[in-house]
């Protein structure tokens, strides 16, 4: 086996030769998107204004009837998981329109990207400490320094950094362990779209990048086949190994016959990372709902075998009791507490956030790549030209992605806390595998209403609130959190079916305010903000 040496593409990965260049104007249809994107977000944080951002993971709450088990069942399978993706996806589509307007006028495009990352963080932390823990825009910060790693990293800067963070975690900061993973793993991905080495096996050339997962594919199916055979093995690592290294072994095949022709590989990589992300979460959820629950204790268990299972089964209780404790304090300190004691709180939490965030990092990774082909191809800067295409996303992606997440309601709707045979794993994992046929499907709808010749091309009035979706997201969050917490007028706990009238009627006000605004002004004023520090300049703010 010997590698063969082939000039590294360092670049980006390219638009194609054909795709036209963006024009200097805006594209109004990432505005509508955008706008409606902001209004699908709204329907889903709404309910995190009234229960704990724990609950988020735990599907419908339990003890619901009439009307409002209706309104929590629409937005949970219908809104839930489908427009943090659109946004992600419009987040993917705004860093090519930059990078693509900036290579039109041949000007630096990475030290101005990087500083507006740097502002989305700062606008996410203060979101976070300030208003509401439920912030995405930090998130998006994130997922912009792993889209920046693929796109532009380079080793040596990247090995150092790795090397800091894990002497820093053996110092004792263990988050880093994890932000250290997500680094190394980001890093790894970007050998399909930037590394043209291969390697030659048997007079066959096979790319680095799936040379290198092919190995570790292998390396885990053989610690998975020992697992299985060593009988007293441990038993839990044996489906997530062999998963695994099945997975390594699949992805490693297919990197390998699709790596050409490079202007999909940005796709392609996307759909991967977030498919490959749910497939692992749905299988493991469907393997824990099916298979027998084990014993506690085996039958012919030692007394310190026993002993060691009574103490597991306490620490697990300890566990869970910290984290209801938790709860309680949260809904106290948001229903009636103080302003900052509310803002203590989620400072505390904040690390954790970050650490969260890294692990996060690789999903909206992949939706911003996908993002940024439809721009990088030329689809979002003529939409009338692809409207076959948006056509096909509306028709197959919404009933594909709003059925896988109805399917996993037929196993469950809720969990409970400390209860893992429920299978809400499972359905969980069905519903995040739809999300993103949904979210296209979604774009795809909202593209055709905008060209057609019907009362539905009227969704352009959403265009405006679009524009200023930075400080509409966060006026939402400034209602919100005065509205409802008991520093501000204390109306914690109202009813779903009332907070989606409440959503409607605020959303309408801002529609209102986004056109009075943009009449008078050319940039939001948050986006006015964002902008003076990306290029270091203060644009003209009145028309």
Not at 56 to 75: C, H, K, N, R, Y
Request: net charge positive; proline share 5%.
């Amino acid at each position: 086996m010997q590698a063969d040496t082939v000039p590294t593409d360092t670049m980006p990965p390219p638009a194609a030769a054909r795709a036209p260049a963006i024009a200097q104007t805006r594209i109004e249809s990432l505005d509508v998107v955008r706008g409606f994107a902001l209004f699908g977000i709204f329907l889903m944080n709404i309910e995190f204004f009234n229960r704990t951002m724990s609950g988020i993971g735990e599907g419908m709450p339990q003890g619901l009837t009439g009307v409002d088990w209706w309104a929590s069942w629409f937005v949970t399978y219908f809104v839930q998981g489908k427009f943090w993706t659109v946004f992600s996806l419009l987040f993917g589509m705004g860093f090519a329109v930059m990078l693509t307007r900036a290579e039109r006028a041949q000007r630096d495009f990475l030290a101005p990207y990087l500083r507006r990352i740097l502002g989305l963080a700062v606008f996410g932390a203060a979101h976070y400490i300030f208003l509401w823990q439920g912030d995405i825009l930090f998130s998006y910060s994130v997922g912009a320094v792993a889209l920046m790693i693929v796109l532009y990293g380079k080793w040596k800067p990247i090995l150092i950094a790795l090397a800091v963070m894990v002497g820093l975690g053996l110092a004792g900061m263990e988050p880093l362990f994890g932000i250290a993973g997500a680094v190394a793993f980001v890093a790894l991905v970007s050998l399909y779209l930037r590394n043209e080495q291969t390697f030659t096996v048997r007079g066959r050339a096979i790319p680095r990048f799936s040379m290198i997962l092919g190995v570790l594919g292998v390396v885990a199916v053989v610690a998975a086949a020992v697992l299985w055979v060593l009988p007293d093995g441990p038993k839990e690592p044996r489906i997530p190994v062999t998963l695994f290294g099945v997975i390594l072994l699949v992805v490693a095949k297919l990197s390998a016959r699709f790596k050409d022709p490079k202007d999909l590989r940005v796709l392609r990589l996307g759909a991967t990372l977030y498919t490959v992300s749910f497939v692992i979460m749905t299988t493991l959820g469907a393997a824990q709902y099916l298979m027998p629950r084990p014993p506690e204790v085996a039958a012919n268990a030692t007394q310190a075998e026993v002993e060691k299972a009574e103490k597991k089964k306490a620490e697990k209780a300890t566990r869970l009791a910290e984290r209801l404790e938790a709860r309680r304090k949260e809904v106290q300190t948001l229903s009636s507490g103080t302003y900052w004691e509310a803002v203590e709180m989620r400072a505390r939490r904040f690390p954790d956030k970050v650490a969260g965030d890294a692990g996060f990092a690789t999903v909206l990774l992949a939706m911003f790549l996908i993002g940024s082909w439809f721009v990088r191809s030329g689809v979002m800067e003529n939409t009338k030209a692809h409207l076959p295409l948006f056509r096909k996303l509306a028709l197959y992606g919404l009933p594909l992605g709003i059925g896988l997440g109805l399917l996993g309601s037929t196993i469950t709707m809720s969990h409970t806390p400390g209860d893992s045979q429920s299978g809400f794993q499972f359905a969980r994992g069905l519903a995040m595998l739809g999300n993103l046929p949904a979210s296209l499907g979604y774009v795809g709808l909202v593209v055709l209403m905008l060209h057609s010749r019907s009362v539905f091309s009227h969704i352009r009035v959403l265009a405006p609130v679009g524009r200023m979706a930075l400080s509409n997201y966060l006026l939402q969050s400034l209602i919100c959190s005065w509205y409802f917490y008991g520093y501000g007028l204390g109306n914690w706990g109202m009813g779903r079916a009332t907070q989606l009238g409440f959503v409607l009627v605020v959303f309408v006000l801002q529609i209102g305010l986004s056109h009075w605004w943009l009449s008078r002004y050319r940039f939001g004023p948050l986006e006015w903000v964002w902008r003076a520090f990306t290029y270091r300049s203060t644009p003209a703010m009145l028309k």
